[in-house]
């Protein structure tokens, strides 16, 4: 039995990862704290997944397992250490804590002597005090977005950690200087032993003071921007499974904004797999079924010959989505066009300025930048949504 631990359903397990082990031959299990919000017929079997021991037992009083995993930014350290106790393949559990606390990945990055972000752990209650500006705070945690802004000067500062401390009393937030530069991403994949590159993208975000994703367009990173990075994820003990690293590059050499130890979300790991021309979802699962890299065949990100671009449609505004195109599927000059929804005619939501407020990815691949920004244009001009207050 596969075991795979997760909180909500998302498109990555239920389009990417069941799918795969199905094709597979290996029957999986969803752990879940929720298993009433997942869709009949995935097997759940009901766990606190963020209690390590809690998993262990569960796995241990099921089927006897192959491999134990989880594609979630809140499960990784909890997994790991779960999967290191049964005798399973998975990640370091402490590389998977500096990962996710970004105020450690700081300092093991600034330890190892490549870079040093001036950053200020905050707790709970804490003053909010920093002397370098323009600033980001954000939870020491978080993820999507959520939560994150852009400030200018103390003042502002202060106003935003009361704004997010009313929403999250108990969350440790982290305070560090804004690293200015183009915004860019770095997918791998690893064993023990090695780290391999999927390829990156490069990232348009929207106005401040938030961090919006609006569009991603494939830009594998150069040779030694990688080796750089490679050093960076080297000095966190980045390796295991897959790996979604966010960075900028300022004055020609890569800084790190955060590492996601797991694929990259939002639909953007299906479109990946899609561009590779490869079976990802079932390279993550073999991996943690214990086979190597080198036997996956990844292909070289800068060998390949289609390009690709995504686009997120965003809500402007709160309210219930009314009208909205669905799944849809087409081809326009040899670039092969998706829209795929990501909210649900009915659902009511407020506006957050983040990556919640995804209504539809939109997704152009085909052979040259030129032709797929085309493409995509005419494409997203034909679709529709519409959101009533």
Avoid at 74 to 90: D, F, K, V
Avoid at 112 to 122: F, N, T
Avoid at 247 to 276: C, K, S, T, Y
Avoid at 314 to 339: F, I, M, N, Q, S
Wanted: aromatic content about 4%; proline content about 9%.
């Amino acid at each position: 039995m596969l075991y795979l631990t997760a909180l909500n359903p998302t498109d990555s397990v239920l389009d990417g990862l069941l799918p795969a082990a199905d094709a597979l031959g290996v029957p999986v299990t969803v752990l879940t704290d929720r298993p009433d919000d997942w869709p009949e017929p995935v097997p759940t079997r009901r766990c606190p997944v963020r209690d390590p021991r809690a998993v262990t037992e569960t796995v241990r009083d099921g089927p006897a397992a192959v491999g134990l995993f989880s594609n979630s930014d809140h499960l990784q350290t909890a997994t790991a250490l779960a999967a290191h106790r049964l005798g399973l393949p998975g990640k370091d559990p402490e590389a998977a804590r500096r990962c996710k606390n970004k105020a450690a990945t700081r300092q093991a990055v600034a330890d190892a002597g490549l870079d040093v972000v001036h950053a200020r752990p905050l707790e709970p209650g804490q003053p909010p005090t920093f002397d370098v500006f323009p600033a980001v705070v954000k939870p020491r945690d978080g993820v999507a977005s959520e939560d994150a802004y852009l400030v200018t000067d103390v003042d502002e500062l202060a106003r935003r950690v009361t704004e997010i401390r009313r929403r999250r009393p108990d969350a440790p937030l982290v305070v560090e200087e804004y690293l200015p530069g183009d915004v860019r991403t770095h997918d791998t994949l690893g064993d023990t032993g090695t780290l391999a590159v999927l390829g990156g993208w490069r990232t348009t975000l929207g106005p401040p003071p938030t961090f919006t994703e609006l569009c991603l367009e494939w830009a594998p990173a150069a040779p030694a921007t990688t080796d750089r990075l490679r050093a960076q994820l080297d000095a966190l003990g980045v390796r295991f499974g897959a790996c979604h690293t966010e960075f900028v590059v300022h004055r020609e050499r890569p800084r790190l904004i955060e590492v996601n130890d797991r694929l990259i979300g939002d639909r953007m790991d299906l479109v990946l797999a899609e561009l590779l021309g490869v079976p990802l979802f079932e390279y993550v699962i073999r991996l943690h079924l214990g086979e190597p890299v080198a036997d996956l065949g990844l292909p070289d990100p800068a060998a390949i010959e289609q390009t690709a671009r995504v686009e997120y449609v965003c809500a402007e505004r709160g309210g219930t989505l009314v009208a909205a195109p669905g799944r849809v599927d087409a081809v326009r000059d040899g670039v092969r066009l998706g829209c795929r929804p990501l909210r649900a005619i009915g659902t009511t939501a407020e506006w957050t300025g983040t990556n919640r407020d995804y209504l539809a990815v939109l997704h152009a691949i085909g052979p040259d930048p030129s032709t797929v920004g085309r493409a995509l244009v005419e494409f997203r001009a034909g679709l529709d949504w519409v959101i009533e207050t």
